[in-house]
Structure formats: structure tokens, C-alpha cells
């Protein structure tokens, strides 16, 4: 019923965003004479932009890279770079974790993504290779590639834009991008499942269309508390997890422990002394030995960067590695068209 009550409010944003692209046509839009990639999506999160930043991190690893990104989160203003000092507050979840993943890489923060750019190339001129973390709603600036992420489970044609849905724009913001990558898919996908998508999504003739899906790597301990236990000795698992979308990962919970206890929270969330005594009390009552904290990578940067980090400390905390990987049939071709991309503007290095 509610949402017969918001549907106004989403088509007056449908409409004001449409506007909003329209008034950003070329000729307001900056551009720069670089190898710039965007990965962003259409909804609030959750489909996946970091591990798909890091598969372009491995992919390009012989150029110069930059990652640029809003900071989403922090508490801080302005141009920033990621070291080994900062903490999530100061330049957001998704920097931190890509920095201390990929120490050969330079991150940098920018809400505003034009004056990043100049920065970086001011500061840091050996970059060849730049990647926008979650700037397809930049406007004002123009990449070289645009690469929108949808979520096959909950894809943008089956969404609404807000707030009678999960869009920040309407579907048609889609036209713009020249890669669609359908993400989180399964590890094989029916053949007549992986035609109606394709006909939903009803690619431009300049865009392409790849199918990706999530693999999972061996628990890693995140504490001194968690290298006392052997990893194959974890039976019983209390899940803790605050992102956008956790449905793989406690769908990976489910299907790999016998005994499991959940702690969900809202995406980016801070951790609190009484989030800490949850887990706590969590473990004392579990009905086996050996239990275990067990968060993904982005919740385990804030667990590590809270001001309770004694505290969890003292317990068995891991986190659960992730990566992204291509359907055999889509892989060839999807590195094959981002390396033509960035040879175009580095034929010589």
C-alpha cells in the first residue's frame, strides 16, 4: 500500500534526474585526454563495485594505476590520499580496503571526481590508468568508459527509482554506459535464463553485455584470538555483516556451517561497544566448540578501525575473502575490450 503513496515522489525524481542528464549533455560535460574507467550501477549499492575494481586492478597491474572515490562515509572533506594512516572515517570503507589489498595501486579521495582528476595528475603524473569508483551519477564529467554493474537476482529492470524502489535514477540512465556487467550470477547460468536477461537488458548496438559471479576464498583469520583455531575446526559461526547486499554471503554461511547465528546490519555501519557484547554473548551460547565470528572483508576494515578494537580482539573474529570472476564465454572478451580501451591512450609504455 505504501508504495501507491510514494509512486508520485519516484516519478518526480524520475523526472528531475532526467533533467538533470539532459541539461549534462557533451558539450557541459568535462572530458580529459586519459584511460578513465567508471564502474558505478543505478541502485543504493550492493552490486558489487568493489571486488569488480579489483578484477580491473589485476587485469591492468602492468600500468600506472589510480583509483579516485567519493570517500563515501567519511567524516572528512576535500582531496585526499589513502595511506597507511588513515582510518575508515577519514576516507570511507571502500578506500581503505582497496588500499591495504593493493599496495602497488595510489587511492585517492574526491567528492568532487574534476578537481580529483587534475589533482592526480598534478601529484601523482605517472598515472596512466585511472578508475572512478561509483561515479556513473557524476555528471559533470565524462569517462572514457562508463561500466554499469546490475545484480542478477535484482537487476535495475525489475527496480523502481526511489523511493518506491532501490534506483537513484530512472532505467533509461542505462543508454549511457558501454559495458553492462550482470553481476552476482550463478556459477552456470540456464541458457533460456541468460537469453531473457539479455532481452531485458535490450543492449545498444555500442554496448556490450557480460555475465559475472562471486567465488569465495578460504576464511582468514582476523584476530590473534582466530589463529588459535584451525580453520577446518569452525563449525559453528556467528554471521556478522553490514553491507547493501549480504544475500551471498550469508547464503555461503548457510550452505557451508551446521550451526549459525546472524547479526545483519545496515550498510557502512559503524560498530558499536553493544554490536561487540552481541557477538559476545552470540559465541558463549553456542552449542559447539570452536564457534567463530565470521564478517566479510569491507565489515572486517571496520571492525579493525573501530575504537573497540580490544575488545574484539579478545574474540575469534575471520573474514571471508571474495573475488570476482567471468563466465568462460564472456571473460576473453570483456579483458580484450578494456585492454584495446587503455592501449588506445598508452600506446608506448
Known sequence: ???YILFPFSVLWSIFMVIRRKFYQKERRTTFDKAIICVGNLCMGG????PH???LIRLLDKYHLTILSRGYGRKTNGFRFVDSLSSSKEVGDEPLLLYKKHTSVSVVVSKNRIKGL??????????NVVLLDDAYQYLPLKPGMSILLTDYYHSYMQDFVFPVGNLREGRSAAKEADIIIITKSPKVIPTIEEKLILNKVNPLPHQKVYFSYIEFGKLLPLTRKAEEIPTHNVRSVVAVCGIANPYPFLEYI???FPEKQQLVFSDHHRFTKKDIQKMQYALEHSMRKNCAVITTEKDAVRL????FKKEIEKLPVFYLPIEVKFHRKYQEEFENQIQEYVEKYNKYS
Open 1 to 3: 500500500m505504501y508504495k
Open 47 to 50: 552490486s558489487g563495485k568493489t
Open 53 to 55: 575494481i579489483e578484477y
Open 118 to 127: 587534475n589533482k592526480i595528475y598534478e601529484k601523482l603524473p605517472e598515472t
Open 254 to 256: 548457510r550452505t557451508n
Open 304 to 307: 579493525l578501525d573501530s575504537e
